[in-house]
């Protein structure tokens, strides 16, 4: 074996030329399917981080039914026994009741429909970036449950201001409809347009008098520490509650629009890929040919000897499989530096692409990751690809006769 490999090695570097232009190819083909891959995940990660902060947290425990049907009636229990529960799930960093209602604001003349957003203003800092997208003034104070912020475009809209009192309607928990004057004392900017267009933040004490959800709430946002944490959490919060008859509801059963719009993204972007590889496949597999078309006397002389068609098959996979594994971690070597730097350093959007991506949602940022698995799976990608494309010249060389390599030309 020492031998086939010092053999392989050797007739590698005979035309040094024609095997640097090949580890260039898989380099390259390493490179852009890891830089690709990278830049996906880091941009899929800070997306879904940033709506996990802004809307859904990591998990929701909500009414069974209310997924579905997003009503006051499916509201839960915010109860001492719930809280007990889930703080006896070792994954649960923190966790914040919230309710959501729609309703009416109305001031002056002017008249909007609006998003009523109930937060515990003491925990939702906890799970959510609510109270950093404070545009203008201040986050309602604790002990102040008749304080609101409103969204930066609907207070434009409205045509009031901070520290004008305006009046929110909306239909109670029991059915019938309520009113309270609400104190504005700040505006929102959260990137997203329809939360500035129609969001209302307000306490939680504040919205339970509203809507008479006294002791309930909409959902309970869940905090973890890592995404990977999410299905285990979800699997002891399911057990934990049981008897409870609640959901537990991971981000991408809440934001499914979201998961959706990644994974076609991450199709398109597969399929690229895939031709590129194919590209370079043919590259591969062209050079490898020249090569071997190059050597067939040679080939025909070791034949002629004694040497077993057989034998010589796995001499030339090892000059292949020795190439491919050394352009595969001068790829990696490159994508890994690559990557680090714009995990570091986001390529910041502008333009138009900034706005196509904050029309889908998205954050108008490239962002890279070096997680172990973007190397692994570009690496035996490009091997697989490699691997494919020399399965012709190794079986033209199985084939060949002593006679016909010797007479060729």
């Not at 050394?326 to 333009?351: C, K, Q």
């Not at 691997?387 to 033209?396: E, S």
Request: hydrophobic content about 50%; aromatic content about 10%; some cysteine.
């Amino acid at each position: 074996m020492s031998l086939f490999l010092h053999l392989a090695w050797r007739n590698l570097w005979r035309n040094a030329r024609r095997s640097s232009i090949t580890l260039a190819a898989i380099a390259f083909a390493v490179l852009m399917v890891a830089l690709q891959d990278g830049l996906q995940e880091g941009t899929y990660t800070a997306n879904i981080k940033a709506a996990i902060r802004l809307s859904s947290g990591y998990l929701q425990i909500q009414h069974p039914a209310y997924h579905n049907k997003p009503a006051l009636r499916h509201s839960i229990a915010y109860s001492d026994e719930l809280r007990r529960k889930v703080d006896s799930v070792d994954a649960v960093v923190a966790y914040a009741p919230r309710i959501y209602a729609d309703g009416l604001l109305s001031f002056g003349d002017q008249s909007m429909g609006a998003l009523i957003v109930g937060v515990d203003v003491q925990r939702e800092p906890l799970v959510s970036d609510y109270h950093k997208k404070i545009r203008d003034g201040r986050f309602p104070a604790e002990d102040k449950p008749f304080e609101i912020v409103v969204g930066q475009t609907l207070l434009q809209n409205l045509g009031a201001k901070i520290g004008d009192s305006l009046v929110v309607l909306a239909q109670g928990f029991d059915g019938y409809l309520g009113n309270l004057f609400f104190t504005i004392v700040g505006t929102t900017k959260t990137g997203s347009e329809d939360l500035d267009r129609m969001s209302v933040f307000m306490p939680l004490a504040g919205a339970q008098e509203l809507l008479g959800m006294w002791g309930r709430c909409s959902v309970l946002a869940i905090e973890l520490p890592r995404l990977n944490d999410i299905p285990e959490t979800k699997r002891a919060l399911t057990a934990a509650l049981s008897e409870n008859q609640l959901a537990v509801l991971a981000w991408d059963e809440v934001l499914a629009s979201l998961k959706q719009l990644i994974e076609f993204d991450q199709i398109s972007s597969e399929i690229q890929m895939l031709l590129l590889v194919l590209v370079v496949a043919f590259g591969i597999l062209n050079t490898i040919l020249m090569s071997i078309s190059e050597r067939y006397q040679e080939f025909g002389i070791m034949l002629s000897i004694g040497m077993s068609n057989s034998r010589l098959v796995a001499i030339i996979a090892l000059e292949v499989v020795m190439l491919a594994i050394l352009g595969i971690f001068i790829g990696d070597l490159l994508a890994l530096g690559l990557n680090s730097y714009f995990s570091v350093n986001p390529i910041e959007l502008g333009g138009e692409m900034m706005e196509l991506y904050e029309e889908y949602g998205f954050l108008p940022m490239l962002k890279s990751s070096v997680e172990p698995s973007i190397f692994i799976k570009a690496s035996v990608e490009c091997l697989v690809f490699t691997l494919l494309a020399a399965l012709f010249p190794l079986w033209k060389v199985y084939k060949l006769e002593p006679l016909k390599g010797i007479r060729y030309t």
